[in-house]
């Protein structure tokens, strides 16, 4: 590749249209979130100002049930005292910086993001443009790398700061550039290997790794007079090793704490969560999660050795209470498990830093099981997160499922609703246990582009207990956090109806699928035929009222213009959360 060519998506055009999309996204979601105050101007039409007030964002849209505003992209128009600018994002940020309420810290940091995010809108242009309905037929992980838009509320979704273009290149997932891991061995006096029921540390390595790597490695580690059996291989992302590993562990590799293997045999591609990696060699083996010390969304993206022993004994018990519970069962809810689990301890900066630190999240990684072996004849992967995806011609990949399936629209909800929504539902009301579920969280299997179950993986950092009595074992104690009363119900109503559903509803009916109405009507349905199902919680559910009138508005990209380094406060993660006002809940009075 040659210097011109690293930088050959950045063209006029290509900014221009990554602009004005980013734009789009920009009005709409501050507009929800409340950010700024869009003032009418017409028929369908609005205008937002500047701090300053003279300079005018003129638009058209559609406002939609949870106060959303679908936003025409080729209507939006700049102007400045009478005279029409081009659509610069930079300029929207400055522009708008006091509304926003981004500090003269944030803002550089939040511009490199929002740079970052329109240079990968300029490379995902230029791929051949997959048809929605080609994508519906198409495999697992070519449905993951066609992913278009990352996180559908947070507008700078793809800062990835800490990557170059060459890295770029190599490592997002929508490159789909095969990548293979680096390994390290890491002395046992400051590494610990964790495991699920049942997984021993050698004959696990050796099946994730093959006999033939294993041996090669050893070597390595004899040949300089260590003897293997002192170690544990680590796998680490190779932007990890060049940029971090190498500098900012130095000493533990000039002291052999630490000694590099070489690569793995085994070519991996990167997931939606770029630090997640999927075994294109062998389908069937295990997912690796990686450390990956790179700033992208509110968060550092490394892995904390201390979080990672605990790891999979909170799968183990998840798997558990799924396989136990008739309800869950009888959805098809399955989770992927992180079956094991290494993570390394710098001693020194642990003496250094408290437990939220970056520097205690350099160096660790876990293994994932696989949902490939899981399926039936006939059967195929999507990432939920391709529900939202939109191709170059305005089709939703969702709206290519229903027309692929045969099934009238509504019928086709259902079968999605019954296998993401009603176990959500289901580990709230019984357990107290709520997830992550957004897109990237959560895996479909369909047939015919039919929903027949939902994947729930990213189980042990992102699960969470409400129940501060209940009963849990010693090592999974970690999940069980306080949280008020009134905020327990904002996991479903702020995670799912505002951060998946809005977005969901607002396509299909735009397509002409579903109705908005169509679309809310048969998510009550569901709702009560669970709680229907379940008469023993009626007090949970009169207590914790999914037809309430309203919910509070829960704001993602406020928590990112605050702090983009740190979003949340780890140890306070919901006395952290931007509540501003109120939705009126779309299932109220259906």
């Not at 406002?63 to 659509?87: K, N, Y």
């Not at 293979?180 to 061995?185: F, G, I, K």
């Not at 399955?334 to 003496?351: D, F, K, N, P, S």
């Amino acid at each position: 590749m040659t210097l011109a060519d690293a930088v050959a998506h950045l063209t006029p055009e290509l900014w221009d249209r990554a602009n004005r999309r980013l734009i789009r996204k920009a009005l709409a979601e501050f507009a929800h979130e409340r950010l700024v105050t869009p003032e009418p101007d017409g028929e369908r039409r609005y205008v937002v100002r500047s701090d300053d007030g003279r300079t005018e964002y003129r638009f058209g849209a559609v406002r939609r049930a949870l106060d959303h505003w679908q936003v025409d992209a080729d209507s939006i128009s700049r102007h400045r005292e009478g005279t029409e600018l081009p659509l610069a994002a930079l300029d929207f940020f400055i522009e708008l910086k006091g509304s926003l309420g981004l500090s003269d810290e944030i803002l550089p940091v939040y511009l490199e993001e929002i740079s970052s995010t329109l240079s990968g809108t300029c490379y995902k242009l230029t791929k051949p443009q997959v048809p929605a309905a080609e994508l519906a037929r198409a495999g697992f992980q070519d449905i993951e790398t066609g992913m278009t838009e990352g996180h559908p509320c947070f507008v700078a979704n793809n800062g990835r700061l800490g990557f170059g273009i060459h890295e770029y290149l190599s490592y997002a997932p929508e490159t789909a550039s095969p990548v293979r891991l680096v390994w390290l061995a890491a002395h046992r006096s400051r590494a610990a290997f964790t495991a699920g029921a049942g997984i021993e540390y050698e004959s696990f390595v050796r099946q994730e790794l093959g006999e033939a790597t294993v041996e090669r490695f050893a070597k390595r580690l004899t040949e300089q007079g260590l003897d293997p059996a002192d170690y544990l291989l680590i796998p680490v992302h190779p932007w990890q090793w060049w940029n971090k590993l190498t500098v900012t562990f130095a000493a533990e590799l000039a002291r052999r704490h630490l000694v590099c293997l070489g690569e793995g045999d085994d070519e991996y591609l990167a997931q939606q969560s770029i630090r997640t990696f999927f075994n294109t060699t062998s389908p069937h083996k295990h997912y690796v999660k990686t450390a990956l010390s790179v700033l992208n969304m509110g968060f550092m993206r490394g892995l904390s050795a201390a979080y990672m022993e605990a790891t999979p004994a909170i799968n183990d018990w998840l798997a558990q209470l799924i396989d136990n519970d008739p309800v869950l069962k009888s959805t098809g809810l399955t989770i992927i498990r992180e079956r094991a689990a290494v993570g390394y301890r710098h001693l020194e900066y642990e003496r250094a830093t408290d437990r939220y630190s970056p520097y205690r999240k350099m160096l660790a990684a876990l293994w994932r099981e696989s949902p490939v072996p899981s399926l039936q004849d006939g059967e195929q992967l999507a990432t939920m997160a391709s529900l939202l995806h939109v191709d170059h011609e305005g089709h939703g990949f969702a709206a290519a499922l229903v027309e692929r399936s045969g099934l009238p629209a509504k019928e086709w909800l259902r079968r999605y609703l019954r296998a993401y929504y009603t176990p959500l539902l289901h580990s709230f009301y019984a357990y107290d246990l709520v997830f992550m579920p957004h897109g990237e969280n959560v895996i479909l299997v369909l047939k015919d582009g039919v929903v027949q179950r939902a994947v729930y993986k990213d189980i042990a950092e992102e699960i969470a207990v409400m129940d501060p009595d209940a009963v849990l074992p010693p090592e999974v104690r970690r999940i069980r956090v306080e949280v008020p009363d009134d905020m327990k119900l904002l996991s479903l109503f702020t995670d799912v109806f505002d951060c998946f559903f809005r977005f969901l509803a607002a396509q299909l009916a735009t397509e002409g699928v579903l109705t908005e109405d169509g679309f809310w009507d048969t998510v009550a349905e569901v709702t009560r035929e669970y709680q229907e199902a379940a008469p023993e919680l009626a007090e949970k559910f009169r207590r914790y009222d999914m037809f309430a009138p309203e919910f509070a508005l829960s704001c993602l990209n406020r928590l990112q213009l605050r702090d983009n380094r740190q979003m949340v406060d780890l140890a306070d993660p919901s006395g952290a959360l931007q509540l501003v006002g109120t939705l009126e809940n779309p299932l109220a009075g259906r």
